[in-house]
């Protein structure tokens, strides 16, 4: 009797545990963030800065795609330049320029070239350039539409972090902001929560 209740249970669990062994996550595994590094900034009006868009914890990343809207009030867009998370191998890689509209910058993207595995780890992905036109306690650019693709073409996961906000503080007062020039390595790990 004790048997036949044995061979039940097990007949029972072994699917569930085998469901749970094929979806688990390696061990150390984390699950891949994407934000603005920092999240928030404090300029002085009239100003030129960048907010990095900053990815870890990838694993396969080829090419990305991010569209930002933002307060033209307060901030006028001048341009993106990739970073060098993908080309961080020394792999070649394609941007394509955002085009602007009032409000939003579209269709940032870059793809590594002629490789046949994307990146791993942590780094930046973009540097979104604005100059600071009128003072304001707050102003965001908001990353919307944002792609991480794998060597495969298909979607790679991510958590976002502070709901993808690069928030600015623009102020007459402040000092110039100073910024480390695109290019150079970021402090890792890259995200401020």
């Known amino acids: ?30 699950t891949p963030q994407l934000g603005c590094n920092p999240t928030v900034l404090t300029v002085k009006t009239g100003q030129t800065f960048y907010y ?12 990305w795609q991010f569209d930002m809207s933002f307060n033209p009030t307060y901030l006028e867009f001048i341009g993106v ?18 085009t602007s509209i009032s409000n939003e910058v579209q269709l940032a993207a870059y793809t590594r070239l002629s490789e046949h595995v994307g990146v791993n780890g942590n780094g930046n992905i973009a540097h979104v350039y604005f100059r600071a036109i009128k003072a304001t306690s707050g102003t965001n650019g908001t990353l919307n539409g944002i792609l991480l693709l794998d ?15 690069c928030k600015v503080i623009i102020s007459d007062s402040a000092p110039v902001y100073a910024q480390p020039g695109v290019g150079h ?9």
């Open 81 to 98: 330049i990739p970073g060098n998370h993908l080309v961080s191998d020394g792999a070649s890689g394609y941007f394509v320029s955002p």
């Open 1 to 30: 009797m004790m048997r036949k209740i044995s061979l039940i249970i097990l007949a029972i669990s072994l699917p569930a545990l085998v469901v749970l062994f094929l979806n688990r996550q390696p061990a150390g595994a984390a």
């Open 185 to 193: 390595p970021a402090n890792l790990p890259l995200i401020d929560k």
């Open 52 to 63: 990095t868009v900053a990815v870890t914890d990838t694993e396969d990343v080829y090419a």
């Open 151 to 165: 060597r495969n073409a298909l979607d790679v996961d991510f958590d976002t972090v502070n709901s993808l906000r």
